[in-house]
């Protein structure tokens, strides 16, 4: 055969560069060998240890939730799938994969000719490559030398698997895009149910995300994904996989009944995950990472973390807590909706009359309210149906307007949106059982408030000082001090007249009245009794802050902070109220027990490296007895404070001894609720994001939170057995004191008497001071009045007993002495009508009634 010279050079050339190819594949193979001998085992090739999520679960063994990065996967096998999915892969990918033995000679050489051209490849590997490279090659490399080990490790797969093993493998190994691996966790997550059930149209779906991942996500790019699965479907049947009836009821089955254009075209497996405990999942993904930092991989090692959580609880306060956000947010819109309609009618027309009049156009305001209604119009009602048309239509343009309109009403609605979080531990082991961080959790709304929020506190805060001053033994529960305007001086010489709620004062109150009232004067009262520094210790103990430096920049030393204005999250006011029923023993919150690999071997147990640390420590924050009197001076709360009616309207409530507090803080931006049961503590908190916002008049802590608070503790301590709270069997003593003083009571004590808790040695040594005063001045009076009337009673002609005026007296009655005086010459008798009227009580009649017959009551007969 001869060649002409042109075509002579054109044959060496490619002689010359398969030649190179040959040996460039040996060598290549050569190092792969050498270089691989020690990554597999070549006997157990065919054995698969894929990546595996981490399971989350609760305290009863229930799944909460899975954890995984860049890979969320379920195994399936091959046996279960339908046919259509593999006949769907087969036409796609690789036509002749039951044919060949691995790779594809012609696909191969032109992969590495546009490698060396410099131009861009795709496709030419077979399945058995893709899944060689997706195991033992960076897929990122675009190099000859990739491509040679894919295709070494193709020959090794091809030898030691069967044709349905590779393709078992490959189902569950290839990424379908979202964050899915594997063909099961893909058609969950596309198409919600198990790969099993796909249907034709389905299944092609699936396969076209193999290619590249995203680029034809039905979810982002429906229109173009369409129209490949359409191509796809067509394939098969020329293939005589499926009939033309066949592919077009399943197209339109697909399109028409089961595709859902609502969804989020940002979810990924991670977000689309099913999670029955968002805030606490988040919560526990923080602790791992930092336990296992450069250790382990939580997210593709299959770990079982087994923590505190109840998941019963928390479904039942995350019920509670959504009924509670939909009530808040409508009260706090029809506020803003009153207020704007009084701006609108009364002073909108006002100042656009004045910007007419000088001519003002900055101050005009109508204009400005049409934009904003036309804006708020556009978000709520154009907005939504602009996203959908942009999925159905595949309009990118529209969906990045819709979606950056969806930004800004975004903005909007975190500045005017109540949030609320809550969190529950057991007292004594400080098991974290519930842990609400706010509103939905999405990706727009991570921030754990029940744990990262710096919330103002409010009268929370004042029982972590009262518990200094019961210490303190200056107070006791029946100290009686003083409720009314007064005004307290600051170090630095500032002045602080605090008020109570509405602007009412009671008096002369006992310390045990003030703290479950929460009267605002006593309580700064009895901070200025113990100072500062003993304040401040105390809560700093009980919050758990330890850092000095932190101390002094959290509690200012001035007044307010009496009434709870500094800021602190949740779980540190609940570790603080947690410590009250565990008889002073500081609580710290855990939330993961232990954490078990694959293979059932322990690795972490956090709760052990716990208690080991605790027995180590001095946790006894406060005496045993002064921790239940202040158990005691909470459970008052839900007796005859804030929490009072609880016990009254909620179901159960009163079953166990409850003890709590509320809190409010300026403007009702806050409102809070934190308590205890003998078993377990409960804090939640309801408010905004944006400080400045108000949640409504007369939104406190009594009137807001209190209702979930007290729901949700009635029923998570519905199945214990009854339990009263833990008392120390020494350090305390019982009183009977007077309601007023707080004394030894007396006889004259005619306000009442009850039995009062204080620590041994601090009980009351004097009789009531307040009644003894009146019952001298009583006496003072009746001899004075006795003296004078002596001195009338001369000369008087005659008398006549009249009706005893006390006769018909009682309690209930109306007691007028004037009908029975016949004759003016009584009313000239000095201090007669004053000591009847200012002296007489009603409860003690018989005595009075003794004393004035003695002398009678007499008229002059002329």
Same mark, same amino acid.
């Given at each position: ?163 349905? %093993?590779?393709? *078992? @493998?490959?189902?569950? &190994? ?6 899915? /691996?594997? =063909?099961? #966790? ?100 923080? %602790?791992?990472? *930092? @336990?296992?930092?450069? &250790? ?6 299959? /770990?079982? =973390?087994? #923590? ?120 004594? #082991? ?433």
């Amino acid at each position: 055969m001869n060649f002409s010279g042109n075509r002579k050079l054109i044959l060496i050339i490619f002689i010359s560069f398969l030649a190179l190819i040959t040996v460039g594949v040996g060598v290549s193979t050569g190092l792969m060998v050498a270089t691989n001998h020690n990554i597999k085992n070549m006997e157990n090739f065919g054995e698969d240890n894929p990546f595996l999520p981490s399971q989350i679960l609760d305290i009863n063994g229930n799944l909460i939730t899975e954890f995984f990065s860049d890979e969320k996967r379920e195994i399936v096998s091959i046996n279960d799938l339908p046919e259509s999915l593999i006949y769907a892969l087969i036409t796609r990918e690789d036509g002749t994969f039951f044919k060949h033995n691995g790779f594809s000679l012609y696909g191969t050489l032109r992969a590495v000719v546009k490698i060396i051209t410099g131009q861009y490849f795709s496709g030419g590997s077979t399945l058995t490559q893709q899944l060689a490279g997706h195991l033992y090659a960076d897929r990122s490399d675009i190099s000859v030398t990739r491509k040679l080990k894919e295709l070494w490790w193709s020959f090794q797969l091809e030898r030691q698997l069967t044709k349905y %093993e590779i393709l *078992e @493998m490959y189902i569950n &190994k290839m990424p379908f895009g979202h964050n899915t /691996y594997g =063909v099961e #966790t893909a058609s969950k997550f596309f198409f919600r149910h198990s790969a099993v059930d796909n249907t034709v149209a389905e299944s092609v779906m699936l396969v076209i995300q193999l290619v590249r991942p995203g680029l034809y996500s039905p979810i982002r790019y429906p229109e173009r994904a369409r129209k490949v699965q359409s191509s796809i479907v067509n394939q098969m049947v020329k293939n005589g996989f499926i009939t033309q009836n066949e592919a077009d009821l399943t197209m339109a089955d697909y399109w028409n009944n089961r595709y859902d254009w609502s969804r989020d075209n940002l979810t990924t497996a991670f977000f689309d995950r099913e999670d029955l405990a968002p805030w606490f999942s988040e919560y526990i993904r923080g %602790e791992l990472d *930092e @336990m296992l930092y450069g &250790k382990q991989d939580i997210y593709r090692d299959g /770990y079982s =973390v087994y #923590t505190t959580l109840n998941l019963d609880y928390q479904q039942k306060a995350d019920e509670l807590i959504n009924e509670g956000l939909v009530k808040w947010n409508k009260t706090y819109q029809a506020n803003i909706g009153n207020r704007m309609d009084v701006v609108d009618d009364q002073y909108v027309p006002v100042i656009d009359l004045l910007s007419l009049v000088f001519n003002i156009d900055d101050i005009r305001i109508a204009g400005s309210q049409e934009k904003i209604r036309a804006k708020d119009e556009f978000y709520e009602q154009i907005n939504p149906t602009m996203d959908i048309m942009s999925l159905m239509f595949g309009l990118d343009e529209l969906n990045t307007i819709a979606q950056f309109s969806y930004n800004n009403s975004l903005k909007k609605t975190q500045q005017s949106t109540v949030e609320s979080a809550l969190i529950t531990l057991e007292n004594e #082991t400080g098991y974290i059982l519930a842990m609400i961080g706010g509103s939905e959790f999405s990706r727009t709304n991570q921030f754990n408030r029940a744990v990262n929020g710096e919330l103002m506190p409010g009268s929370v805060f004042k029982p972590l000082y009262y518990s200094a001053a019961i210490s303190s033994r200056k107070f006791t529960p029946a100290t009686r001090i003083y409720d009314g305007p007064k005004v307290f001086r600051n170090p630095d010489g500032s002045s602080y007249a605090p008020m109570n709620y509405k602007g009412e004062w009671e008096g002369s109150v006992l310390l045990r009245q003030a703290l479950a009232k929460s009267m605002n004067v006593p309580s700064i009262t009895v901070l200025e009794g113990i100072g500062f520094e003993a304040a401040i210790s105390r809560a700093s103990r009980l919050l758990g802050f330890s850092d000095p430096v932190e101390i002094g920049r959290r509690f200012p030393r001035v007044f307010p902070l009496g009434l709870g204005v500094i800021t602190v999250p949740p779980i540190r006011v609940a570790r603080a109220f947690a410590t009250f029923p565990n008889l002073g023993k500081a609580v710290e919150p855990i939330a993961i027990r232990y954490v078990e690999d694959r293979n059932g071997d322990i690795i972490l147990n956090p709760e052990r490296d716990l208690r080991d640390k605790q027995e180590n420590e001095d946790l006894q924050i406060m005496d045993p007895a002064e921790a239940y009197i202040m158990v005691d001076l909470l459970h008052s709360t839900t007796q005859i404070g804030t929490l009072r009616h609880l016990p009254r309207y909620v179901d159960g409530f009163d079953r166990l001894p409850m003890g709590g507090k509320t809190g409010t803080t300026q403007n009702w931006a806050d409102a809070w609720t934190a308590g205890f049961s003998p078993y377990y503590t409960t804090v939640m908190w309801v408010g905004f994001d944006q400080r400045g916002s108000s949640l409504g008049v007369n939104q406190t802590g009594a009137t807001a939170a209190s209702w979930v608070w007290g729901n949700y503790m009635s029923y998570i301590n519905s199945e214990m057995p009854y339990k009263e709270f833990n008392r120390p069997s020494s350090g305390l003593v019982e009183r009977e004191v007077c309601d007023v003083s707080g004394e030894i009571p007396t006889d004259s004590c005619s306000d009442g008497t009850h039995i009062e808790l204080f620590l041994a040695g601090t009980e009351p040594k004097k009789y009531c001071s307040i009644h003894k005063f009146e019952e001298s001045r009583t006496e003072t009076m009746n001899q004075k009045f006795m003296n004078d009337f002596s001195t009338q009673m001369i000369n008087v002609p005659s008398v006549e007993l009249l009706e005893d005026p006390f006769s018909t007296a009682s309690s209930s009655s109306s007691l007028s002495l004037n009908r029975y005086i016949k004759s003016p010459g009584i009313e000239t008798i000095p201090g007669l009508h004053k000591f009847l009227y200012l002296q007489i009580n009603l409860s003690e009649i018989p005595y009075f009634v003794e004393r004035i017959t003695f002398f009678t009551v007499f008229t002059n007969k002329s």
